[in-house]
């Protein structure tokens, strides 16, 4: 059964500081790695899909890494901003077969950027 | 990426009723699942909707307590049945989109609801 694991749990910052957030898994079987921002009371907003085959991947002031082997993922925020404030989620997705496209979500590590 | 749209966004229920969540897709998708986020908690998937066939549900989940409907390829309900306190939560429909090989997880805004 896949477990995920994000680290830190919270995170509380000035503006202008670059961040990295933590997920590991422990099934490598993975077909490929989503991250996700969650505000307050919301749904999920998709941030970065990473394929297994991938080593990285970058939109705008985030870039994700993924080391499948060791089973960890990486997300950097460059130049935070309060904007950014939200619940960061990493979500494995199981490869093949009748798991496809289920997810395992991470506890989640909650962002909070002051101005 | 595919538009969802869900209803009631939230609501407040009494012990002991049943409500059912809608949940409408701007594109025909096979796969529709259903997640759960308790309070301070993260995601878990309920079940897997299929159109044409029923539901899969996870390891904790019946479909007794959770009956899904499936009518077509835009569509799907998901109801939570004799209501308790503990089946306060968000509840979030997602699909896959994106094109073949993508497999990018959309999400509606989600369902808070909460049980007296």
């Known amino acids: 059964k896949q477990e995920v694991t994000q680290i830190p749990a919270a995170l509380s910052v000035p503006e202008g500081e670059n961040l990295v957030l933590n997920c590991s898994f422990t099934?490598?079987?993975?077909?490929?790695l989503q991250w996700f921002r969650q505000d307050p009371g919301k749904g999920l907003t998709s941030l970065l899909l990473?394929?297994?085959?991938?080593r990285e991947q970058t939109s705008g002031r985030l870039n994700a890494s993924l080391d499948k082997s060791s089973g960890r993922s990486t997300l950097y925020i460059a130049a935070s901003q309060p904007g950014d404030s939200a619940t960061y989620l990493c979500?494995?997705?199981?490869?093949?077969?009748?798991?496809?496209?289920?997810?395992?979500f991470g506890q989640g590590t909650i962002l909070t950027v002051h101005p | 990426s595919a538009v969802i749209s869900q209803k009631p966004s939230r609501d407040i229920c009494q012990r002991g009723t049943s409500l059912t969540i809608q949940c409408q897709v701007d594109?025909?998708?096979?796969?529709m699942f259903w997640y759960r986020q308790q309070p301070g908690q993260s995601l878990t998937l309920i079940a897997t909707?299929?159109?044409?066939?029923?539901?899969?549900?996870e390891s904790g989940f019946v479909i007794d307590k959770f009956p899904i409907s499936r009518p077509n390829l835009t569509f799907s309900t998901l109801t939570v049945s004799n209501m308790s306190p503990e089946d306060s939560s968000i509840y979030l429909c997602s699909v896959r989109s994106g094109g073949a090989g993508a497999n990018v997880l959309t999400f509606g805004a989600g369902s808070r609801l909460t049980v007296l």
């Open positions: 099934d490598s079987a993975i077909y490929n």
């Open positions: 979500a494995p997705v199981r490869a093949g077969g009748t798991s496809y496209g289920k997810l395992t």
């Open positions: 909707a299929n159109q044409g066939s029923e539901a899969t549900y």
């Open positions: 990473i394929q297994s085959s991938q």
């Open positions: 594109s025909q998708v096979t796969m």
